[in-house]
């Protein structure tokens, strides 16, 4: 299939072609070969992953095995393929990504799940969430999807970036109820924060030490975008920011829900607390690591902040 291999290509059946393609993949380091074999292929062929058994023993057309070996080709330098196949799943729904954009994670459903199972313990009957560095969207559409009277702004420095999650609210039928802001962490403009404040601060910031950077997977380091990664300081730079501001836009019994990076938990809580005035509410696990990813804080009720 590759070019180096000088197969006739009318004996590739989509079975073989996932076979090889899925091998040549894991040869090369790319991580879970044979779901992105399937993905790219399925990309491919315009078709459903699903429906790839069904036509295992088909011959696959000439203009579609063109793309798929060019995607094969880009995944093999360990290209993500969610900016391959320009979609992620999250949280049941597809959302576009692209290189401007951290491609959502698995983990970062748990702080979806967390925020949505606050809000309806607090019964707030409208509530208003703030997600601080939204990137894709994928937090702050996830939801507005899942609570019908909520209202959101969603932060980014980057102008690619807020427009890819526009497109996201708009494909999932929230943009109504979604403002976005260019701004630099709680650096909010007065028009976009509501005079009564929000119940929810939520955020994935970027988390990474700039120490560690050097550590992450290429196909993370090399492709998605360094400012939603790292913070270019000691990875708590975000926490110190939103610890040291969020108070001031919380309501009195709202909530800051935030993600942390593995082994991170101790050290984002004791700087939260070291700001003052926070309460710790709880720590939360994924699933998919099984680490410690969200912590909730809420405001410790002392006056004067
Ligand atoms: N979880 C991301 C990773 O896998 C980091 C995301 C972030 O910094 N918020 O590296």
Known sequence: MSVETPVNETEWTIGRLLTWTSDYLASNGVEEARLASEVLLAHALECRRIDLYARSSEFADDAPLVRFRELVRRAASLEPIAYLV?????FSLSF?????????????????????????QAGWAQPRILDVGTGSGCIC????????NAVAVGTDVSRGALEIARGNAERHGVADRLTLVEADRLALPEDAAPADGFHVVVSNPPYVPKAEVETLPPTVRDYEPMAALCDGEDGLSFYRSLSAGALRILTPDGLMALEVGDDQAPAVI?????????????????????????????????TDV
């Open 141 to 148: 559409v996830t939801l507005l999807k899942n609570l019908k």
């Open 96 to 120: 576009v990504v692209t290189g401007d954009v951290l491609i959502p994670r698995p983990e970062t459903e748990t702080l979806v799940e967390v925020v949505l199972d606050l809000c309806k």
């Open 86 to 90: 320009g979609s992620k799943e999250f």
């Open 270 to 302: 004791e700087t939260v607390l070291n700001a003052g005035r926070w309460s710790h509410q709880a720590t939360v696990k994924d699933r998919v690591v099984g680490q410690d990813r969200v912590i909730v804080f809420a405001p410790d009720g002392s």
